[in-house]
């Protein structure tokens, strides 16, 4: 299993954004850590954009205009572990000088609706080594929770109201002591810690195990689907599809007027004509009963699995 921590910081919402994003380099670079890239995503109308776009005409090629499930334009860099669109380039980022510059007109040259940059795959611990960004849930990250990404990394966010900050640390049991001096950096940069999460979702392996696990299920599930159909045939009673899936039965069903069917009533119309007696029930089990032509008592118990 794979085990973060997610960090959030309270902000005051008369800081200036572009003060979140110096914050956040200048915590990286202070403190040596290597990040692989910044993923940044702005949304907003077509005007506030394109008065990004006309300044910063680097831009364009990250700038899409998407309809659902509102109206409005998108520059963006995120990979493929979001939901859609996926707007990565490979190879092809944009320089901090540049993103920075964007963020010093948040929110009043530029009033984006959202905004939010990630210093990604920050190894935190200095191994040299940064496993691959994951999710929490089995839906791709949707941008309206950005701190759902679950990556080693630092995001800002300006979420049209207010100002935001979160780490996510991915951890293991040798790795608590260093996170909590972690932290302890982390604080005196961004401030209080006004939530925590700890988030565990299965590794790499152990999701193509439960692939596995599931598909054989199902394969089992569709062996015993063809197997009861045939022993439905082999039944001394059975329902014509048209009368059980009629819309007059249907309706019945809907406005309360069904008949109410039991356990009891239902073996009993099963076995009607054959010379069985109900009996009783007793935890479930139904008792029913006949003497054969030499006065011996044949008994049959039903399990209800209702």
Do not use: C
Not at 72 to 85: G, R, T
Not at 107 to 120: A, L
């Amino acid at each position: 299993m794979r085990i973060f921590k997610v960090y959030h910081f309270g902000q005051k919402n008369s800081v200036p954004f572009v003060s979140l994003f110096d914050g956040a380099i200048e915590y990286i670079n202070n403190r040596k850590l290597n990040t692989a890239k910044i993923l940044f995503n702005v949304e907003g109308t077509s005007l506030s954009v394109n008065r990004i776009q006309k300044n910063y005409p680097e831009l364009s090629t990250y700038i899409h205009h998407i309809t659902d499930p509102i109206e409005m334009k998108v520059i963006s860099n995120l990979n493929d572990v979001w939901e859609f669109p996926n707007y990565e380039k490979e190879g092809s980022y944009i320089n901090t000088e540049l993103l920075r510059a964007v963020s010093v007109g948040i929110p009043r040259s530029y009033p984006v609706s959202s905004m939010f940059y990630i210093f990604d795959q920050i190894d935190w611990y200095h191994n040299g080594y940064v496993a691959d960004p994951t999710y929490r849930t089995e839906h791709k990250v949707s941008t309206l929770f950005p701190f759902y990404y679950l990556s080693p990394s630092i995001g800002v966010w300006y979420p049209g109201t207010g100002r935001h900050v979160w780490a996510v640390i991915e951890v293991s049991s040798e790795q608590e002591m260093v996170e909590t001096e972690v932290l302890k950096t982390l604080v005196s940069s961004f401030g209080k810690v006004i939530r925590k999460e700890i988030v565990v979702v299965p590794s790499t392996d152990e999701k193509n195990n439960i692939t596995k696990v599931k598909e054989i299920g199902e394969s089992i599930v569709k062996e015993y689907i063809s197997r009861l159909e045939n022993m439905i045939k082999d039944l001394p009673f059975h329902y014509e599809d048209d009368e059980v899936n009629s819309f007059e039965n249907s309706q019945n069903v809907i406005l309360g007027l069904a008949e109410k069917i039991t356990p009891k009533k239902s073996i009993v119309e099963a076995f009607k004509g054959t010379g069985f007696i109900y009996q009783g029930s007793d935890n479930g089990i139904y008792t029913i009963s006949k003497q054969d032509t030499f006065y011996n008592n044949i008994e049959l118990e039903v399990l209800s699995v209702i």
